[in-house]
């Protein structure tokens, strides 16, 4: 998906970078596109069952005005469950926290 202004992503609660792993699941890179979905969400697997799309990122889809929307939780779900089954493990972030 080439979207110049891609509203799933604004429409997404943690802003994940749909196009960027929509791009890397074209190109076949499953372990691609999982660290792009890491870079969003810890549990893509779950939001890819559980996230109500129909009115956050895919109600916002472009390719919906005419026609039907991009499934983006399905693909989610689906390089979620591929990457882990290619025994994937998400790079852990490690957040520095000043206790003053």
């Known amino acids: 998906m080439k979207c110049k202004n891609a509203k799933c992503t604004e429409r997404c609660p ?5 196009p ?6 074209e190109e076949g890179d ?3 596109a999982a660290d792009i979905i890491a870079e969003a969400s810890a ?3 779950v ?3 559980v996230c ?10 472009i390719r919906g ?3 039907e929307p991009v499934s983006i939780g399905k693909l989610e779900r689906f390089v979620a469950d591929t990457a882990r089954s290619m025994g994937y493990v998400p790079k852990v972030q490690v957040q520095k926290t ?3």
Request: glycine share 14%; net charge positive; charged share 20%.
């Open 65 to 67: 005005i005419k026609g």
């Open 98 to 100: 000043v206790i003053r």
């Open 30 to 32: 499953m372990i691609g």
């Open 47 to 49: 939001c890819g069952r």
């Open 52 to 61: 109500p799309q129909e009115s956050q990122c895919e109600g916002k889809c």
């Open 20 to 25: 960027g792993f929509i791009k890397k699941v």
């Open 43 to 45: 549990l893509p697997a």
């Open 14 to 18: 943690v802003a994940a970078n749909i």
